[in-house]
């Protein structure tokens, strides 16, 4: 006799499949950038997008209003519309939990998750240190959390930069082969 399950793991459950779903309809867009031809200069400008995020917070409340709004404004955009379009092309090794992910697919999740769980933990060290200079100087609190969230937010990105960049080209047989008649 098996029992129901819960109404938590019923919602794990619909959540999970709802995650599947969306990975599969994000699995059909842009097959033919699915090279590293396509991918390295996006990784590129999402790696321009953090370092721009970067040197805005270095000059919150200490240079130009108008400049610090341009670059962070401009490397927001930069940054959000690249790390999506990276994410739906290194597909669901980038996002959090599937379980439609074979070994190869896993292998590459955990090496890149490592990977930008080190790079996060020493730009959260950098971050510590930057708040410790800025300290004492006017305004060095908020100067500091704008560093923090500067770097979290690259430290975040991390993961899909390795995997976009080093991720092998997709053999195009396989991609049509899974995509599926239905």
Known sequence: MTER???LA???ERQLDKMDERELRHA???PGWRDRRHRRPLVAALALADLGLIVSASIFTTGSDWLYGALWCGSILLGGGTFVLLRILTGRMSGGFSRLLDEREREWRHRVTYAGFQILSYLMIVAMIYGLLV???EDGGVRGAMMLSALLVTGTTMPTIVLGWSLPDDDPEDFEEGMGND
Do not use: D, E
């Open 5 to 7: 399950p819960g109404r």
């Open 10 to 12: 019923a919602y794990w």
């Open 28 to 30: 059909r867009r842009l």
């Open 135 to 137: 300290a004492h100087t």
